[in-house]
């Protein structure tokens, strides 16, 4: 049992069982603080296994909107080399001269073979595709060119 679990227990047992109710109060607020403790290792733990914000708030009752709000900063967030950053660069601009809203694993080979047209910087989609997120959150180094090529493939074959 998690020590975050085993605290749940305790404050549940001593607000069931408190005798005054200011001492049950109290003993709810404490177990308020751990169940949201609880709450966000859970979230935690889902997004480290490529879990999306959308799968999150379905299951906390809560828009996808809201659940990137709440939990945006549990989000363990990649690095990437510079040559990587600009070949995602080219993938966003080729994603929304197709008119795509994310950028999906298509236009990130478009680019490495040589297919994307240039687009205007700071248009496109601000996020990449679900497979590709999440074969890359996978790393725990700075992505280099060949992860992405590496990740395509492995995007590809699912």
Same mark, same amino acid.
Do not use: K
């Given at each position: 049992?998690?020590?975050?679990?085993?605290?749940?227990?305790?404050?549940?047992? !001593?607000?069931?069982?408190a005798s005054?109710?200011?001492?049950?109060?109290?003993?709810?607020?404490?177990?308020?603080?751990?169940?949201?403790?609880?709450?966000?290792? +859970?979230?935690?733990?889902?997004?480290? +296994?490529?879990?999306?914000?959308?799968?999150?708030?379905?299951?906390?009752?809560?828009?996808? +909107?809201? &659940?990137?709000?709440?939990?945006?900063?549990?989000?363990?967030?990649?690095?990437?080399?510079?040559?990587?950053?600009?070949?995602?660069?080219?993938? !966003?601009?080729? &994603?929304?001269?197709?008119?795509?809203?994310?950028?999906?694993?298509?236009?990130?080979?478009?680019?490495?073979?040589?297919?994307?047209?240039?687009?205007?910087?700071?248009?496109?989609?601000?996020?990449i595709g679900? !497979?590709?997120?999440?074969?890359?959150?996978?790393?725990?180094?700075?992505?280099?060119?060949?992860?992405? !090529?590496?990740?395509?493939?492995? &995007?590809?074959?699912?």
């Open positions: 049992m998690s020590p975050a679990a085993g605290r749940i227990l305790t404050e549940l047992q !001593r607000a069931l069982t005054e109710p200011l001492d049950a109060l109290a003993a709810l607020t404490q177990l308020r603080a751990a169940l949201d403790t609880y709450e966000h290792e +859970q979230v935690r733990r889902a997004l480290a +296994q490529g879990e999306s914000f959308a799968a999150i708030a379905r299951e906390v009752g809560i828009s996808r +909107q809201a &659940a990137h709000r709440r939990y945006r900063g549990l989000a363990a967030a990649p690095t990437f080399t510079p040559q990587t950053l600009r070949v995602l660069q080219l993938a !966003r601009g080729e &994603a929304a001269r197709l008119d795509a809203d994310v950028v999906e694993v298509e236009h990130v080979v478009r680019v490495l073979v040589g297919r994307a047209h240039p687009s205007p910087a700071g248009t496109g989609p601000t996020q679900p !497979r590709l997120r999440a074969i890359l959150r996978e790393l725990d180094r700075p992505i280099e060119v060949d992860d992405v !090529r590496r990740a395509l493939q492995a &995007a590809v074959a699912v």
